[in-house]
């Protein structure tokens, strides 16, 4: 039988491309040094696309494939796919949710720790001889007993409050509505500012749509204020950039920890020059086990799709 011919927009790892390449005929777009030519030529054949979540696929992509029937997003935001055009022709879409869930929020609880006590800076401090020369590193700001806010009690958000209630930090969280699952004692605040407003750390966990765009306003920023910090583990456009980077550098909010820019991995030069924002690349997801099982789910949903069976994890 022949395999279907698949668009892969994104490199996976060895352990991912290999079963990719046995089970579809996989025309790696990355590769391409003259995309639109590359698109042009494998275009009508493409029954599928596997790309990453930062990736998605966008109309160009879309349209260049007449026959293509489904997405499958390596991530569970899938923001970065064009739905309209998706949806204009009945094309499936699939993410891979759960399976990165508490990785995720491990890597926001870390960078909140990690920031807050300067453990990038300390680390530094020993090695260039700092400890040996100029004595004891400079005094941080406690975590435990603090306030947190949670941006988005889904399935990140709810993983996130429920470490930092470990850390015994108070927990409130604004969402669409209170949630019954959300445990005795988590107050819900409906108003972002509100939020922020209470919290000393802010957590953005929520998933990224052209209504949450910029939900993380200049006046949400200076609420969290002067000793609070930002923790961003979703995607960059739920923050207003600009009045981020304006905020920290004059110190109008105390600090942020981001896994997610506009326009990655190519960052605004603003934030290298700063000293109260912890930069990670996008690897919340970025461990051996999740990274497997976000592989499989991809590649288990276009299986699916191709036998005739239900999807596993549909989002359209
Ligand atoms: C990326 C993500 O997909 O889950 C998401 O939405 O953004 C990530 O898991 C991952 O970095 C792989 O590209």
Redo the contacts with the bound molecule.
């Keep these: 039988m022949q395999k279907p011919d698949i668009l892969q927009i994104?490199p996976y790892p060895e352990w991912d491309q290999i079963p990719l390449d046995a089970a579809f005929s996989v025309h790696r777009y990355f590769e391409a040094a003259d995309k639109p030519a590359f698109l042009a030529g494998v275009g009508a054949r493409v029954r599928g696309i596997a790309t990453?979540?930062?990736l998605g696929a966008n109309r160009a992509m879309i349209e260049a494939c007449p026959n293509l029937e489904v997405i499958s997003v390596?991530?569970?935001?899938f923001d970065a796919v064009d739905l309209d055009a998706c949806r204009e022709r009945g094309i499936r879409v699939t993410n891979?949710p759960d399976v990165?869930t508490n990785d995720v929020a491990d890597l926001g609880v870390a960078m909140m720790l990690a920031q807050s006590r300067g453990m990038i800076g300390a680390e530094s401090w020993v090695r260039d001889g700092s400890w040996a020369n100029k004595g004891l590193y400079p005094l941080r700001s406690r975590v435990w007993g603090k306030k947190a806010g949670v941006l988005g009690l889904g399935r990140i958000g709810f993983e996130v409050a429920k470490r930092l209630s470990g850390f015994d930090l108070e927990i409130a969280y604004s969402d669409i509505a209170p949630k019954d699952y959300a445990a005795d004692g988590w107050t819900y605040i409906a108003d972002p500012v509100d939020l922020a407003r209470h919290a000393d750390f802010f957590f953005v966990t929520l998933a990224a749509s052209a209504a949450t765009r910029h939900i993380v306003s200049r006046e949400v920023i200076e609420a969290v204020g002067p000793g609070g910090m930002i923790v961003n583990i979703s995607r960059a456009s739920n923050i207003d950039e600009n009045a981020l980077l304006d905020a920290l550098e004059s110190r109008a909010l105390g600090s942020a920890a981001l896994d997610v820019f506009e326009g990655e991995p190519a960052l605004n030069p603003r934030f290298l020059e700063l000293d109260n924002v912890l930069l990670q690349p996008?690897?919340?997801?970025?461990t051996f086990e999740t990274r497997k099982a976000?592989g499989q789910l991809v590649r288990d949903n276009l299986t699916a799709h191709f036998a005739g069976k239900p999807l596993l994890t549909p989002v359209l």
Excluded at 74 to 77: D, I, K, L, N, Q
Excluded at 282 to 286: E, V, W
């Design positions: 994104g990453r979540g930062e390596y991530g569970v935001g891979t990165l996008h690897h919340a997801s970025g976000m």
